[in-house]
């Protein structure tokens, strides 16, 4: 018998709870961000928000790649602040750029100018998309780290009732191997010096 295929609500939603495939998602995501950025970055005019853009995108990689929480959360925090601010380009400058006229201006102007704001629009419509990706992301980073830590609990706590002495001494020996320095306390070594303390004694009240 033929196996038949998961419904389409299933397939996306065990989509959005594989984290490896969403981040490899935002990833080619960012990339289009920065090829817009580039191509965005030849217009004559009206091009630095595609050049910071740019940077944000880069960021994005070196925290992806880093694999670091903090730069993580501080793309989030900068991709947010991207999106008001595309969208305070779009309020600004787009009736100003489709008004320029071909006779005040060249037709190598205008495309520049022209392709500047299609990089804009197509930059921005990823950045929106990808925004959810990366909430996404977070949910399931945060359920992850939840799991594994009531994992621990419960194995910890499974040991300590199947195992009670051999914890309770374990516990007991660890907690006096901090006391006494760990690794670093040597009896051999202090017993050393005690005897040599007390041949330093002897050696006085002989003289």
């Known amino acids: 018998m033929p196996c038949l295929s998961l419904p389409l609500g299933l397939q996306i939603r065990a989509w959005l709870r594989d984290y490896d495939r969403i981040q490899s998602i935002s990833v080619f995501l960012i990339y289009i961000q920065i090829g817009c950025s580039l191509l965005g970055s030849l217009g004559a005019l009206f091009n630095g928000v595609l050049l910071i853009n740019l940077v944000i995108a880069l ?12 730069l993580g959360r501080t793309y989030a925090v ?82 300590d009732y199947i195992y009670p002495a051999s914890n309770a001494i374990a516990r007991q020996d660890s907690n006096s191997s901090d006391i006494l320095g760990g690794s670093i306390y040597d009896p051999a070594y202090y017993s050393s010096l005690f005897e040599d303390a007390q041949d330093n004694c002897i050696q006085e009240v002989t003289l």
């Open 78 to 159: 900068l991709l947010f602040c991207a999106i008001l601010l595309d969208v305070a380009w779009f309020i600004l400058f787009s009736h100003t750029i489709w008004n320029f006229g071909l006779e005040k201006y060249g037709p190598s102007f205008i495309f520049s100018v022209r392709l500047a704001f299609s990089m804009q629009i197509i930059g921005f419509s990823v950045r929106f998309l990808s925004s959810f990706l990366w909430i996404q992301m977070y949910r399931l980073g945060a359920t992850t780290v939840a799991n594994l830590g009531y994992q621990e609990i419960d194995f910890h706590a499974t040991n």
């Open 59 to 70: 960021f994005a990689l070196v925290a992806i790649e880093s694999s670091s929480q903090n």
